[in-house]
């Protein structure tokens, strides 16, 4: 606020009724003083002949309390009390996506290469590699960022548009190969929990290209992506180890409460953020359309005929 000679009492009086304390340190003009002051005295408890003087205006100590500043804030438009997601750091948290997959994987995949019995088909190492190429693109473009050499992190992206189609080729073919050909009673139903993960991550992917020069809105699908993997990873873990007897059904809820409940926190601790917080209540309400789908077990006859002409296709 800098009242200039000639300006009108009532701009000066209305520019200053937000922070009136402020106002009485830069007027310069004892006119203006003298008539702002006596608007403002009632409120404020300010003695008026002093307000008059503009030395000991000056050197005045004013009340604690009586100006409210503004929360200061850094140079992403966070104030410093805000809880934000260090989107630096992300890289080193999707790191324990690599401890999930061991620990999901263990039982069904890596144990089998100790003990002599892998007997996998390519479409097995075929989805292993594409799935652990992404997980480490989610690991290396953060930290890039981090230690800013955003030139190769935009270069490194470019690989996305490659690997992300790769990956969704590697969940068709090695879902085709396990179904066998059978078309099963079902089969409508079972197909769901593979598309879950294609939409989300096709889903979350688009937003963040989208809005590639949106940091909060990019950062936050491109975690989304990989929160995609702790459902299967850990999923696994619970199932087949965690459990006393392996149950699909019991393994897959405790797992999707565990998910809900990181998800939910999320949006809490960003209920106060202003640009991309929408992005995490939207892999929310996608998760939750299609876990009714799958704990329900609901399909319809055009999905139905859908599932049979998949199985059917000469692809694997």
Known sequence: ??????????????????????????????????????????FLNLNLTKMENRESLSTEPIPVGLIKLKPEKNERGYTKNSKVIKFDKVGFYAMGLIILAFL?????????????????????????????????????????????????????????????????????L?????????????????????????????TMFTIAIVNKRNMQIHARA????????????LGRFIILTILPEPNFMLGLGITVIIMYALIISVIFIERKQK??????PLLLGIYMIFHYLIFFQVSFPLWDSFAAWFVRLPIT
Not at 275 to 280: A, I, L, Q, T
Request: charged share 10%; aromatic share 16%; glycine share 6%.
């Open 1 to 42: 606020m800098n009242f200039q000679p000639g300006t009108s009492i009532l701009r000066n009086l209305i520019s200053t009724i937000s922070d009136p304390a402020i106002a009485f340190i830069q007027i310069k003009h004892s006119t203006d003083l003298f008539l702002i002051s006596l608007f403002f005295c009632p």
């Open 104 to 172: 999901g994987f263990w039982p069904t995949y890596f144990s089998k290469f100790f003990d002599g019995t892998a007997n996998f088909n390519f479409y097995f190492h075929f989805h292993f590699a594409m799935a652990s190429t992404w997980i480490a693109l989610l690991i290396l473009q953060p930290i890039l960022i981090k230690n800013k050499k955003y030139s190769l992190h935009r270069r490194i992206g470019k690989l996305s548009f490659i690997i992300l189609p790769l990956f969704f080729v590697s969940v068709v």
């Open 174 to 202: 090695l879902k085709h190969s396990n179904l066998g050909g059978q078309v099963k009673e079902g089969l409508g139903a079972s197909l769901w929990l593979q598309l879950k993960d294609l939409v989300i991550i096709g």
């Open 222 to 233: 491109m975690i989304a992506t990989g929160i995609v993997f702790i459902e299967p990873t």
């Open 275 to 280: 640009s991309g917080r929408w992005v995490f």
